[in-house]
């Protein structure tokens, strides 16, 4: 069936060397998902970034940053393959390689279902379709982000291989019915393998059995396929010319709504939102901003289930309703002290490489809105006391912080000012928080919240503005593509003149090469060194205004341009560099892949697209 090699050194593709600039684009990387963790491969075959257990957990496979470990699985010398895709309605990626002598497939993904949740284990399969391919195995594990070596130890039985490992608690298990050989840190085999034959590889970690043949494996992958398409098909998903788009968007968001009922806000840290740095941020966190827009997005496409795990997941969190804190790790964490990989080399070399976010210590007021805005669109006739309690704290400091500075909806590190984004979620935060009071019975607090809500209206609709346009803080003329939510958000009509003159201020102002700033870092000031690329997010955001205004036409036209920046898998960035379409910051990016799925479902509206699946 094949040949096995005797061990050798990785030689060039030795793990320990530093990717350079470019080696692994951002936009060629391919994401696995179990609702837990999440892996990161390249396309020549390679784990990048993977860390076992939950996604914000020390990384075994450091390689994508420039540090130790990774897992290659690929056609001996070959690096670049022929086709690449994500199984129709999964998160199951197959890929290709023709070599002039034989033909094969791989297959591989995290093992997951809807019914039973993350199996731990990740299932590499290969199948030689034509003629005779030689296959490399590389498993090279340095746990705590690339710091430790691992040290395997070998046994056999019934017929696989199989290698374990363990630190700090960590155990991983590798299997195969390839012949591996096992080195202090590394497990690798070069097997030579004929027409028809078919094998495996299986990572495993904590408690679950790994398969112990490739029919096994098969079968435990192929009901992975089935776990995604039946989750996919309880949703209502628009038969329009961007359903290709917006399943991606949905099955990305789905990969970031954790067991926990956390939602991330992407898989991945420290990739640099420009070439160098050092603007590189720890994205592995679940901010209520990010996550309102992601379950909004589910929502609309049917999708409510998450919804009401991520409310169980804020009521879970003790401190909730004492620190109105922006973000929160994956499993509960409230301390998220930032601190240095020093021993990391970065992305292309960008550095700091960092873990854990400042950001979360700092006062970012628009958190009252989100919060409240995801219980009325979930919780409406299931309101509870514990959950009543929670809108009465949102509430109430949403109307105690009006004239309170604060750092912004993007967590700016500069001067506290009264960032119009902030206070437009303020006001948000009080006409949701009085609706759920009506519902609740609690007629006092909506009439107070609703007398507040209507003077924070008159005082909003006259700060926010400034020469006949929203700006970015009270008393700025700067812009920030935030004001594009004044109507998203429904403060105003999308038809009102002022919301048509702070979109063309957009368009004139923060627009380059058809793609979108943030804002502009001369005119806001945000405490931060270095630069950024283009906001993709906002690029989105004015698509479903467009189609709001009633522009069909030009948000169809925007989107067009926009589907140019989507990687071959159809994965988006926090942003793009809009001269060369390079991929840049934490990827994908869930708030990005939100506000894609909205625009899409938008303009499928506007059109009558209404079927479904």
Known sequence: MFITSPFTPAGPEDSSRAPGMGEVPIKDLAFLYDCRTAAALSSDGTVQLFSPGYIDDPTCFTRLLGGKGQFRLAPAGYRVPDERRYIPGTNVLETTWLTPSGDVKVTEGLDWTPEKGSGQTLLRLVEVTRGTVVMDVDCDVHFDYGSTPARWQRREYQGYREGRTSHNGVELVLRSDMALRFQDSRAA?????????????????????????????????????????????????????????????????????????????????????????????????????????????????????????????????????????????????????????????????????????????????DLMGQVNRTIRLFEMDRLTPELYRLVRYTTNVAGETWNVPDAGPWEQRGEPRLFNGSRLMQWTALVDGAEIARAFGEVEDAIRWEAQAKRFYEELLEEAQHRGKFTAAKGMDAMDVYCVRFALEGFLPATDPLFVATVRAVEEELTYLGLHFRYLNAQYVDGLEGEEKMFLIGSYWLVEAYVAMGEPDRARKLFRALRTFDSRLGLLPEEVDPETGEHWGNTPQKFVHAARAKAIMALARAEGCLSVL
Request: aromatic content about 10%; proline content about 7%.
């Open 189 to 365: 085999a070069r097997v030579t393998l004929h027409e028809g034959d078919r094998v495996f590889i299986a990572l495993g970690w904590g408690d679950r059995e790994l398969p112990q043949t490739y029919k096994k494996a098969r079968k435990q992958l192929t009901t992975t396929i089935q776990g995604w398409r039946s989750w996919l098909a309880t949703g209502t998903i628009p038969q329009h010319e961007f359903r290709q788009e917006l399943v991606r968007d949905l099955l990305a968001m789905k990969g970031a709504c954790l067991d926990t009922g956390a939602v991330i806000a992407a898989p991945t840290f420290s990739l640099p939102e420009a070439p160098g740095g050092p603007r590189n941020w720890d994205y592995r966190a679940c901010w209520p901003r990010d996550s309102k827009e992601v379950l909004e997005a589910l929502r609309r496409a049917g999708f409510e289930q998450e919804g009401h795990a991520y409310i169980r997941f804020l009521l879970g969190l003790p401190d909730f309703r004492t620190k109105p804190q922006i973000m929160f790790g994956p499993q509960g964490q409230f301390l998220l002290p930032e601190r240095v990989l020093g021993h990391l080399a970065g992305y292309g070399g960008a550095t700091p490489v960092n873990v854990g976010n400042l950001a979360a210590e700092q006062l970012q007021l």
